[in-house]
């Protein structure tokens, strides 16, 4: 099995990768080929099982998605994207990439034909969703995004369920939560401070927190992006029906939960380490954000989580990027 990552250098590109690495495998079949793809380049692991290559460019331009498919991937995991505050901020470069380049990559896939027809697994948002808000967000909940990157993501969402219906491809998209904790450093996603008050406070540094304590939304741990990616790739597609994109399940919690949470796991000490400094373009993208779900056709299709409780999520980030130490 050949499998393609796009957004390889990415966080949870890089944890997908460690993941098929360490495994060898995806599902039943044995991985004998891995591509790993970014515009800036991807590690290229050490004392692989299978030939991996890796391939740096942006797929965006003419010609480059069609480069990438050209060995005919069996699975290809599409998580490349600008994220959703450099989206919002650069209107052009947000529509370039999440858009524009998602079209040409599965045009690529559709123009090989010959009865090529790989399962394509495409990372959504739950910032398809726009606001007013039920109490929790069902799967019959309407698509009215509030942000570009979210117009972004739901026109990829479209795109992907037509060309599996055209029978172009085999996709299936997941609405990732905001992953929380993100490891390494902030990046320029509005949601970046869910992770930064958890992360850089474990750490020993000072964090901001540029929104209320009474924000609430929706989160996932990286092991657990890393699990629904794999239950996407391997489930039986035809249980989704014509409706390819899902919703994941996760935790809602609000930002006040996060830090007594954090509180209970690690100490006042380390919770005394965020500054609250109110940020009012960080706080107008908030508010349009969904807050909570019911992801019930995801759960049934098999999609499961890591973690039960806030206080689990920061013990797996401990546990996974700390070596189970924090500064205390």
């Known amino acids: 099995?050949?499998?393609?990552?796009?957004?390889?250098?990415?966080?949870?590109?890089?944890?997908?990768?460690?993941?098929?690495?360490?495994?060898?495998?995806?599902?039943?079949?044995?991985?004998?080929?891995?591509?790993l793809h970014d515009v800036v380049a991807p590690a290229k692991p050490a004392n692989a099982g299978f030939p991996v290559d890796t391939v740096t460019s942006d797929f965006a331009v003419p010609g480059a998605a069609a480069k990438l498919v050209a060995d005919r991937p069996d699975v290809?995991?599409?998580?490349a994207a600008?994220?959703?505050?450099?989206?919002e901020l650069d209107f052009d470069k947000g529509y370039r990439i999440n858009?524009?380049?998602?079209?040409?990559?599965?045009?690529?896939?559709?123009?090989?034909?010959?009865?090529?027809?790989?399962?394509?697994v495409f990372t959504s948002s739950i910032a398809v969703f726009g606001a007013p808000f039920p109490d929790a967000i069902g799967d019959e909940f309407f698509q009215t995004p509030l942000l570009s990157y979210g117009t972004q993501k739901a026109i990829g969402e479209l795109l992907l369920a037509d060309y599996s219906r055209r029978g172009f491809m085999d996709g299936i998209g997941i609405r990732l939560p905001t992953i929380c904790i993100r490891p390494g450093l902030p990046n320029k996603a509005a949601s970046g401070f869910f992770s930064n008050i958890l992360r850089e406070p474990l750490a020993g540094k000072e964090a901001v927190l540029p929104v209320s304590e009474d924000v609430r939304h929706w989160h996932a741990t990286p092991r657990s992006a890393v699990g629904f990616l794999i239950h996407a790739a391997?489930?039986?597609?035809?249980?989704?029906?014509?409706?390819?994109?899902?919703?994941?399940p996760g935790l809602s919690a609000t930002v006040g939960e996060q830090i007594a949470a954090l509180k209970r796991v690690a100490g006042d000490k380390v919770a005394a380490r965020i500054?609250?400094?109110?940020?009012?373009?960080?706080m107008g993208i908030v508010d349009g954000w969904p807050r909570n779900f019911e992801a019930k056709r995801a759960v049934k299709l098999g999609f499961t989580t890591a973690e039960k409780t806030?206080?689990?999520?920061?013990?797996?980030?401990?546990?996974d990027e700390l070596g189970g130490k924090f500064v205390a």
């Open 82 to 87: 600008i994220v959703s505050g450099e989206a």
């Open 76 to 79: 290809i995991f599409h998580l």
């Open 275 to 282: 500054k609250r400094e109110p940020d009012p373009f960080i």
């Open 310 to 319: 806030f206080d689990d999520i920061i013990r797996i980030h401990i546990e």
């Open 99 to 120: 858009f524009d380049g998602t079209r040409m990559l599965l045009d690529a896939v559709r123009l090989i034909g010959g009865g090529y027809k790989p399962r394509v």
């Open 234 to 248: 391997t489930m039986d597609s035809a249980t989704a029906g014509t409706r390819r994109n899902l919703t994941m």
């Open 1 to 35: 099995m050949h499998i393609l990552v796009l957004g390889a250098a990415g966080m949870v590109g890089r944890k997908l990768s460690e993941r098929l690495l360490r495994d060898g495998r995806l599902g039943k079949r044995d991985i004998s080929r891995l591509t």
